[in-house]
């Protein structure tokens, strides 16, 4: 399985405010420029972790974003849930675009069914704080600039 580029971009952007001292407020540019990522992208991204009630979005001359929960509280399983389009890792997943012949007597979607289970089991386990236990290298790497 692979997450797509715009749950990789979430997660990276959690990372990166929960990396910040005392939940500073960031910019969409400064970001963009430490990942190397588009800010059109990150706008989108943005906007959703904003709708999602993960961060905060501050308009203004002296707006930016930062956290709206604690660490603790953002879950990483769920962050992948919400960020995802969908999970369907073979054709009968999808019920609507299933056209598999062996569907009714196949034994793979159980198992791989099986695994997306044990995969969300081991990101539900985990929280944004659990990421960021290193959170000074984080910074040292994030916020080369004090």
Excluded: W
């Excluded at 539900?124 to 994030?142: G, I, M, W």
Aim: hydrophobic share 35%; aromatic share 8%.
């Amino acid at each position: 399985m692979r997450l797509t580029n715009y749950t990789d971009y979430s997660l990276r952007v959690l990372l990166y405010l929960a990396s910040k001292k005392n939940n500073e407020l960031s910019n969409i540019k400064e970001i963009a420029d430490i990942y190397g990522i588009s800010k059109n992208h990150l706008m989108k991204v943005i906007y959703e972790l904003g709708k999602n009630g993960y961060i905060d979005t501050i308009r203004g001359r002296n707006g930016g974003i930062r956290l709206a929960k604690s660490p603790e509280k953002i879950n990483i399983g769920e962050v992948v849930r919400r960020t995802e389009e969908d999970f369907h890792l073979v054709e009968c997943f999808d019920s609507e675009k299933n056209a598999c012949i062996i569907t009714p007597v196949c034994g793979l979607k159980h198992v791989l069914n099986e695994a997306l289970q044990a995969y969300f089991s081991v990101l539900d386990q985990y929280t944004l704080n659990d990421l960021t236990h290193n959170k000074e290298a984080l910074q040292t790497l994030l916020h080369q600039d004090g």
